[in-house]
Structure formats: C-alpha cells, structure tokens
C-alpha cells in the first residue's frame, strides 16, 4: 500500500511539473511576442519591411573592399596604432578591475571576510558595478572628464570588478578551510592566513577567469570606441561615418579586430587549460 501511494505522490508531481513547465512556456512565448510588437511599433521603421534590406550593408562593405583590396594592408598599418590603444585599455582595465574584484569577493564571502558584518555590504557592491553596463558609465565619465581612453578604462574596470567579484567570491566558496585553521593555530595574522592559505588554492581559478574577462573587455573597449572613447572603435565609427567611399577602411578594421580577438581568445585559452587542467601550451 506504502509503495502505491509513492507511486501516486510520485506521478502527481510529476505531472504539475508539466503543467508549471507548460505555463512557463506560454508565459514566455507571451512576453516575446508582445514584446516584439512593442518594439516593431514603436521602431522608426517596420522589421518585416526592412527584414530584405538587412543584407545590403554588409554587402557594400565586402565588394568594396574585395574591390579595393590592395588598399587593404595600408589601412590596417594605419590602424595599428587605436588597435594597440584598444588592446591597452583592455589590459589595464582588466588588472584594475580583477583586483577591486579579488577585494570585493575577500570581503563578500563568509568564513574568509575579515568583518563579517560587512559581508552583504560588499555582495551589495558588487551587484551595483555588475548591474550598470559599461557603456552607461562611459557615456557619463565622457560628459566628465571628456573623451578619451581614460574613461574607457575607468567604465571596464568598475563592471569588471563586479563580475569578478562575484566570480570570485563563488571560488573562495569552495576554499578549504583546513590550511587556515593551521595558520591560526600558530597566530597567523588574517592577511597571512589569506596569503598563504587561500591564494594558493584559489589562485588558478583566479587567473583562468581573469583571461576569459580579457576577451570580453577587449570587445567592450572596441565598442566604447563608437561613443567617443578612443581605440579602433573610434576609427571604426568614423570610417562608416564617411559611408561609400571608406567601406574599405572599415573592413580593414574589421579585419584586424577580429583577428586581435581570436589571437586573444587562442593564447588565453590555452593558458586557461595551463592553469586548470595542466595540460601542455
């Protein structure tokens, strides 16, 4: 009789599973499709009416640019220099932005954060950086301190504290405490006892998630770039400005950032599997 009714608690469930799954689906269908025609609505033009023309720029671009392809190595030599501006600001955001978030993640986690009651303080601060796009915070610095890659750095690095972060704070999570019992044991100081007992633990998952946070930043200060933050962005938007005429300079440009992006994305790939797995570069 016990087995029965398990069997019957068992399929009950089950099927207001289904049934919550279904509603979800619906729900979500819903919310796309109202939301679609809210947007189409409101867009300066119709997407269905623009749906055919959706293929002529690109198009544009490349036949200029086959047509003009000698031209090409020029305009990426010219180029050079904002695509070093980008990959710099990227850097330098990424380092600034791993260390405010290795701060925020030691004092966001429990067991390890040296004042505990600041804890959700901290979780709290996190979610601010994380949550405002990077675009946003560039736009205001810009109308501050003017253009510039200064506010592209200043923008990457405080959404990439926040995600790192968090990041970071859900490695500390999985931090054997043992060690650190040890140190305190022999009157370890709480910096000594992070130094020696967690970073060492935690310190390739650190690094892997630091080089995956490089490509995206590499991404984000290109696109920086079309609102006035300098690097190949800059000269992208400027280049498609012009229109007819320049469509080779913006391929040229497009070329070299997403060849700078797969170079990035293979070397920090591979330094990844270095650090997690210890597989061979």
């Not at 749906?51 to 544009?60: E, I, T």
């Not at 600041?118 to 253009?147: C, K």
């Not at 504290?161 to 970071?168: R, V």
């Not at 696109?223 to 800059?234: E, S």
Request: glycine share 10%.
């Amino acid at each position: 009789m016990a087995l029965i009714d398990i069997r019957d608690d068992y399929l009950a469930q089950t099927r207001r599973k289904r049934i919550y799954g279904g509603l979800l689906v619906v729900i979500f269908v819903a919310m796309m499709v109202s939301g679609f025609r809210v947007a189409d609505a409101r867009n300066a033009g119709g997407f269905w009416t623009g749906l055919s023309s959706v293929g002529d720029f690109p198009a544009d671009v490349v036949s200029e640019a086959v047509a003009k392809f000698a031209n090409l190595p020029g305009h990426m030599v010219r180029a050079l220099p904002a695509m070093v501006e980008t990959l710099n600001i990227a850097v330098v955001a990424t380092l600034l932005g791993c260390m405010a978030g290795t701060a925020l993640a030691m004092g966001a986690t429990r067991g390890l954060a040296r004042w505990p009651r600041l804890v959700p303080v901290m979780r709290r601060i996190s979610d601010v950086f994380r949550a405002v796009p990077e675009i946003v915070i560039a736009l205001v610095l810009i109308f501050i301190l003017g253009g510039g890659p200064v506010p592209a750095v200043i923008a990457i690095a405080i959404h990439t504290a926040g995600a790192m972060g968090k990041l970071f704070s859900e490695v500390n999570e999985n931090v054997d405490l043992k060690p650190l019992d040890g140190l305190a044991s022999v009157g370890a100081t709480w910096s000594q006892r992070i130094w020696l007992g967690v970073i060492p633990q935690v310190a390739p998952n650190y690094l892997s998630y630091a080089l995956l946070r490089l490509e995206v930043n590499i991404r984000a200060s290109a696109i920086l770039g079309f609102v006035g933050a300098g690097g190949i962005g800059y000269e992208l938007r400027n280049a498609m400005t012009f229109g007819q005429g320049k469509f080779d300079q913006a391929a040229a440009i497009f070329l070299m950032l997403f060849a700078a992006i797969v170079v990035v994305d293979q070397i920090s790939g591979l330094a990844r599997n270095r650090l997690t797995h210890g597989a061979p570069l």
